[in-house]
């Protein structure tokens, strides 16, 4: 193995795992709790396949909208019932490793969040192997900037990811908006079981072709440049939640509970919630329920009442 107890991370947990214990930690379906690993998989499927079927069933959306010149560069657009200028919007980056899942069945939290005057946008991004990891991150700037520009009297626009789009949503973190000639109204992240260091994810037999070099790992790690070279946000009212589920791996606990320790450093909003009794699917396919705790709070969030 490479010299991985060297440099700055001396101490991480990781670098004493075996790879298959590395390989475990970072394989989510592993650590579900009430079904098979397939089952879940195929289960999370099919709750985000229903979930797009029956928001696309309402007409008040716009789908494939291109955000850029690229054949993958779409997004689709749900919105309320009550038509309003000043619409919040809350941005959503499906997770899958980088490398499977689309925009086509992540529709999971349109129906809850519409429902109460949110815009919701399902952000479709090129996967491995069509995309790389900074294309991806380039694109998921090009989404938000696209939705500023065509809604700029938006009352904040939220982003939410789930696992590797909560990677994708966090390095929103990093972004110099004045390259891209608009500063997009980020009023909150909501960072669902991500992963912010992608070093150790090198090292596991999914995602190696991803991950070709330390360079492109440290890139594309916001807990890396953040503890390197904390960002200060646009907005100080800007809130972050960082969340994962009790039945997350520990290195994904690990991973979630450093990068909002390091945002508290760095002067961020940033908030920590275990959510009890889910897994890492369970944690976002229950934003179909309006009732469920992360519909809640993140509902709370946008309408400022927490
Ligand atoms: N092969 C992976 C799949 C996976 O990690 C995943 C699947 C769907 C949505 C998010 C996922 N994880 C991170 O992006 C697993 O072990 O579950």
């Known amino acids: 193995m490479d010299d991985l107890d060297g440099g700055p991370k001396r101490g991480a947990p990781w670098k004493r795992m075996s790879k298959e214990e590395l390989e475990n930690q970072y394989s989510p379906s592993r650590w579900v709790v009430r079904l098979g690993a397939e089952e ?27 955000y850029g010149d690229g054949e993958g560069e779409k997004l689709d657009i749900y919105f309320p ?5 000043a619409l919040p919007f809350l941005m959503f980056f499906h997770g899958g490793y980088w490398q499977s899942g689309s925009k086509d069945s992540s529709a999971f939290m349109v129906s809850p969040l519409t429902a109460q005057g949110v815009a919701v946008v399902i952000v479709a991004y090129d996967i491995a192997p069509k995309g790389t990891l900074d294309q991806m991150v380039d694109q998921v700037t090009q989404s938000i900037v696209f939705v500023q520009k065509q809604y700029p009297g938006n009352q904040g626009i ?39 260091d992608l070093e150790p994810v090198m090292h596991t037999s999914e995602n190696a072709s991803l991950l070709t070099t330390l360079e492109v790992a440290q890139r594309n790690s916001p807990q890396w440049h953040l503890q390197t070279a904390p960002t200060q ?7 972050i939640l960082v969340t994962v589920g009790q039945h ?13 320790q390091t945002l ?43």
């Not at 919630?273 to 944690?283: G, Q, R, S, T």
Request: contains cysteine.
């Open 158 to 196: 939220y982003l939410c990811g789930h696992s590797a789009g909560a990677h994708l949503a966090a390095m929103m973190l990093l972004a110099n908006w004045t390259e891209h000639g608009v500063t997009p109204n980020l009023k909150g992240f909501f960072l669902v079981s991500g992963i912010y």
């Open 233 to 239: 946000p646009v907005d100080p009212a800007c809130r």
């Open 40 to 66: 879940a998989l195929r289960t999370y499927s099919q709750i985000g396949n229903e979930a797009t079927k029956r928001a696309q069933a309402t007409g008040r959306n716009l789908l494939d909208v291109p």
């Open 264 to 306: 508290r450093r760095g002067g961020w909003k940033a908030s920590f919630e275990e959510l009890h009794d889910v897994d890492h699917f369970e944690i976002l396919w229950n934003l179909t329920q309006k009732d469920y705790v992360l519909t809640q709070i993140i509902l709370k969030t946008i309408f400022q009442e927490s």
């Open 248 to 260: 997350d791996s520990p290195e994904f606990h690990r991973q979630s509970r450093e990068l909002y």
């Open 81 to 85: 019932e009550a038509v309003s200028e």
